[in-house]
């Protein structure tokens, strides 16, 4: 009787986790599925952990095995996340940095000496505050074209350059969720578009982005988009910033940010092609993120 509980119970968890990881995929529809997104494929790797020990307890080894080797598959998915690849297998010729700076952060000097190791062209900053704000003021030698939306003054985003900006007052988002300027680079100009989304549901993440990008501009002239999305990048979410800018994921996509030790990919760069690498945290609860890409080109519907 018992054992017969037992693998009903390991069936139920099976479709459960199926279904989890089903409903992953419908985040268009509404937030709350966009919010199971963000684990979709830990479900993926349950409902067959499950299956494998229902096949090895009923004696099908073959099955077993066969599930075994899907499961050890398809580890390395969601580092793709269905994306087409191509093309982003060599650095592009923009270096970009990203960082989630935590608005307490007073390390800024740590900040400061890993931005210059590495010479970006563009820096993306999330939750710039009064603590942090010098930062903006260490790079200006190297890169003096800056802008900030400041939203709550402790929460703010910039965008520092080294090419000139179109207009030092940007594109702001009503509340924090996406900043834009245009950025006069070396091979023609392109958007910059900052990211820091609020949480995914039940918080405001899909209002207030729904709110953001009625305010952004065409992108006849291409984009590199870059920050802290606070979802993953194979969320409904990113996946709408990605097609308005005609932008995707840079690879490797890897983790950022530890909530309550679960590894998520937050910090994001996405561009048409490129090369990412994970920076320290420097005093901050997230890591950097640099990538050499290339901007997105052309109106994105015509790509």
């Known amino acids: 009787m018992h054992l017969e509980l037992a693998k009903r119970n390991l069936i139920a968890l099976a479709a459960l986790s199926g279904l989890l990881f089903g409903l992953g995929y419908l985040g268009h529809l509404h937030p709350f599925f966009d919010a199971l997104a963000i684990g979709r494929w830990a479900a993926l790797y349950g409902a067959l952990f499950f299956l494998i020990v229902i096949a090895l307890w009923a004696g099908r080894t073959l099955v077993g095995a066969v599930l075994c080797g899907a499961l050890a598959l398809i580890v390395i998915i969601p580092q793709s996340s269905g994306n087409d690849t191509s093309g982003e297998s060599s650095a592009g010729s ?5 960082k989630n700076l935590w608005y307490a952060n007073r390390e800024t000097n740590l900040v400061v000496a890993d931005l210059r190791a590495m010479a970006p062209d563009l820096v993306f900053l999330q939750e710039v505050s009064a603590h942090n704000k010098s930062i903006m003021d260490g790079m200006r030698a190297t890169l003096p074209h800056q802008a900030l939306c400041p939203w709550q003054g402790w929460n703010g985003m910039a965008i520092l350059s080294r090419w000139p900006l179109a207009s030092t007052a940007p594109i702001c988002s009503p509340q924090r969720s996406v900043m834009a300027v245009l950025v006069a680079g ?16 039940p918080d405001v993440q899909w209002s207030h ?10 992108f006849s002239e291409g984009a ?28 490797p996509i890897q983790a950022t940010f530890h909530m309550r030790g679960i590894p998520l990919p937050l910090d994001q760069v996405w561009a048409s092609g490129g090369r990412a690498q994970v920076r320290p945290k420097a005093g901050s609860d997230h890591h950097g993120v640099v990538a050499d890409v290339w901007p997105s080109r052309g109106d994105p519907s015509e790509q």
């Open 186 to 201: 070396e091979e023609g100009p392109f958007w910059a578009i900052g990211v820091h989304l609020q949480q995914p549901w």
């Open 209 to 218: 982005l729904e709110q953001a990008l009625a305010k952004l501009p065409t």
């Open 94 to 98: 923009v270096r970009v940095y990203t």
């Open 224 to 251: 590199i988009v870059a920050g802290d999305f606070n979802t993953v990048p194979w969320s409904a979410a990113a996946r709408k910033i990605g097609d308005i800018t005609g932008t995707r994921p840079i690879q």
